[in-house]
């Protein structure tokens, strides 16, 4: 650290050069995160200072992040459900098997179900939480195969994961069946929509996914990736408005007495973001924005069809891969761990960009 500070100029035109290093998003084709909608930035610079790890701080703030929550609630067909927001897909999942795992304290070695496309947010978890994964095979379009599913279950499984919007596939597993497998079992079913919960409700011929089915216990979605919030809003949604409660703490010297968060110090910034975003465009809004996102995967689908690059796999949502060798610099794409190429259709990728895209990748193969 400096001994004397320098001038507030000094700083932020370091800070500039620095800022253009980063990828312009101009040829980002491989992320789920995305440019911020206006409404979310100005509402993060409007919250900039709120904790939401200190709620009777802030009680105003902690307000919305109750409406947020019941805002995806409703989109996913049961307002009285309940959850938080956290900062992301990982940490919606890992608190999801937390909540598993105290359901079942009386499991000496407990294992989870989830597909083998699962983010690598289980990994982390498993290795936190002391669980085995129990990975289950896909079928040929990249989706989890119930049966096989169903099978890996025994008296030590905790919880089964279905995945609604694949990270590297833009699958959707069949959470139906799987939700019904659950239910027989008697296993809490967490299903990850972390890209999905903002795509899947808004397609022409929405797939079922979400709490209308009764075997669905909780889900996990991100409004800092298709609800254009700014980073870091996740959320993570239970049926049982009660259950987080089942991982209270004690927080003696804050304003709440107890805690299920698994971040103390939260930030109100980003989670205001994802609600005015929702209530600026409403359903009709992320409708336009979702069916957008779909035409372009299929224009670009097609394009790279054309030049003989054939698709993985029709995705179920607005992630496209290719059997691909290559692509032309400085687009910034993506491989899957079986090595195709992946794109990701986000808000910010515009059809002009996809036609850029189509125009370098058309010479290359020529
Ligand atoms: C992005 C993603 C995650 C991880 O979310 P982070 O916000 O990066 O923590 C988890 N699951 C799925 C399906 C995802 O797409």
């Given at each position: 650290m400096l001994n004397k500070g320098c001038s507030e100029e000094e700083i932020f035109t370091f800070f500039s050069q620095k800022k253009r290093e980063d990828m312009d998003h101009d040829y980002i084709l491989s992320s789920m995160c995305t440019i911020p909608h206006p409404v979310a930035v100005r509402a993060h610079c409007m919250f900039m200072e709120t904790n939401l790890g200190d709620p009777g701080l802030f009680l105003g703030t902690a307000s919305l992040e109750q409406l947020l929550i019941e805002r995806l609630a409703t989109l996913f067909h049961l307002p009285t459900a309940g959850g938080y927001a956290t900062s992301g897909g990982t940490e919606s999942n890992i608190q999801a098997l937390r909540l598993a795992k105290v359901s079942k304290q009386e499991v000496v070695y407990p294992n989870i179900v989830v597909p083998e496309s699962a983010h690598f947010s289980f990994r982390k978890a498993c290795d936190l939480l002391s669980l085995e994964m129990r990975p289950v095979p896909l079928d040929r379009n990249f989706?989890?195969?119930?049966?096989?599913?169903?099978?890996?279950?025994?008296?030590?499984?905790?919880?089964?994961?279905?995945?609604?919007?694949?990270?590297?596939?833009?699958?959707?597993?069949?959470?139906?069946?799987?939700?019904?497998i659950a239910d027989a079992q008697d296993v809490l079913f967490h299903v990850?929509?972390?890209?999905?919960?903002?795509?899947?409700?808004?397609?022409?011929?929405?797939?079922?996914?979400?709490?209308?089915?009764?075997?669905?216990?909780?889900?996990?979605?991100?409004?800092?990736?298709?609800?254009?919030?700014?980073?870091?809003?996740?959320?993570?949604?239970?049926?049982?408005?009660?259950?987080?409660?089942?991982?209270?703490?004690?927080?003696?010297?804050?304003?709440?007495?107890?805690?299920?968060?698994?971040?103390?110090?939260?930030?109100?910034?980003?989670?205001?973001?994802?609600?005015?975003?929702?209530?600026?465009?409403?359903?009709?809004?992320?409708?336009?924005?979702?069916?957008?996102?779909?035409?372009?995967?299929?224009?670009?689908?097609?394009g790279m069809e054309l030049f003989g690059i054939p698709r993985a796999v029709t995705p179920d949502v607005n992630v496209a891969t290719f059997t691909c060798r290559g692509i032309p610099e400085p687009w910034k794409v993506s491989w899957t761990r079986q090595g195709h190429l992946r794109i990701v259709c986000m808000p910010h990728v515009h059809l002009d960009r996809i036609e850029a895209f189509l125009k370098d990748t058309g010479e290359m193969y020529a």
């Open positions: 989706r989890m195969d119930a049966e096989k599913a169903a099978e890996q279950i025994d008296k030590n499984t905790i919880c089964l994961v279905g995945i609604a919007g694949t990270t590297e596939y833009g699958m959707v597993d069949p959470i139906a069946d799987l939700a019904k990850d929509a972390a890209f999905g919960g903002m795509v899947i409700p808004f397609l022409n011929n929405p797939i079922p996914f979400d709490f209308a089915l009764p075997g669905v216990s909780t889900i996990a979605v991100d409004p800092h990736k298709m609800g254009m919030s700014t980073i870091p809003a996740g959320c993570l949604i239970t049926r049982d408005p009660d259950l987080l409660h089942s991982l209270n703490i004690d927080t003696p010297y804050l304003s709440v007495k107890q805690e299920y968060t698994l971040a103390g110090t939260r930030p109100g910034a980003p989670v205001v973001g994802a609600l005015a975003v929702l209530d600026y465009l409403g359903k009709e809004g992320m409708r336009a924005v979702v069916s957008g996102c779909m035409k372009n995967t299929d224009r670009l689908i097609a």
